[in-house]
């Protein structure tokens, strides 16, 4: 698919704030830094369209980009970083489920998992969580660049262990660079797909 244009529409403190025309939407979730916003400005081919930091906690709100003026992308604030106080996190668990739960436009979500470690619990939470309420949910492997490729297919293939004790059919899997560009069309592609269906 081609992006050919790609709009900073709105940040929004809750779901009932997004936009409201009924465009289908694909947000961006995972652990704070593993890549979400970054990879926002990969697909779109736009540097700086999402704002991205070397520390964890930069995004806090939803932010939704109109593409092609046809559809969202969501990027939204991670979860997981530890020096989050006890405040922010109730707030993040609150904005987050609501807008997972109640957000009907939320075509797929796209889980960002950080190829270079071992399955971690917070992800396989997450995970099960929107497998429970079936959410449909695309796994993606980030950073692919950082870490030799024999450790990458290790840890997916141990996460994929990690997910089939919950799993009868895991869900689709993607990897992905946003320093290369690897994986842009096999996303892109897979958001066509889907948007012909709705
Ligand atoms: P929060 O908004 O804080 O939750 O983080 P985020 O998930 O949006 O992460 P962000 O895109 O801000 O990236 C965090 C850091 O990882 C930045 O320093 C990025 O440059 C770096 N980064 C993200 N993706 C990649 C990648 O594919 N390869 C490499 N080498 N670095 C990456
Ligand atoms: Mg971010």
Redesign the pocket.
């Known amino acids: 698919m081609q992006i050919k244009s790609a709009v900073f529409t709105v940040s929004s403190p809750s779901y009932t704030k997004c936009p409201n025309d009924g465009r289908p939407e694909y947000a ?1 979730i ?13 697909l779109t081919g736009v540097k700086g369209l ?11 709100l939803i932010n939704h980009f109109l593409i092609n003026g046809e559809w969202y992308l969501v ?5 997981g ?1 530890a020096k989050t106080s006890k405040s922010s996190r109730e707030k993040w668990d609150k904005m987050m489920r609501d807008y997972f739960l109640h957000r009907e436009p939320l075509a797929n979500v796209y889980v ?1 998992v950080d190829s270079r470690v071992e399955p971690q619990r917070l992800d396989l939470e997450f995970i099960s969580f929107l497998g429970m309420n079936g959410i449909p949910l695309t796994i993606v492997f ?5 870490e030799k490729q024999r450790e990458v297919m290790a840890n997916i293939k141990a996460f994929k262990k990690a997910l089939s004790e919950q799993w009868d059919e895991l869900p689709p899997m993607l990897l ?5 560009g ?1 994986g842009r069309e096999a996303l892109l592609d897979q958001i066509e797909e889907i948007n012909k269906s709705i």
């Open positions: 961006f995972g652990r704070s830094n593993v890549g979400k916003s970054s990879l926002i400005n990969m999402a704002k991205t930091s070397g520390r964890p906690g930069k995004t806090q990027d939204l604030p991670g979860y970083y960002l980030t950073k692919t660049d950082k992905t660079s946003s320093q290369t690897y």
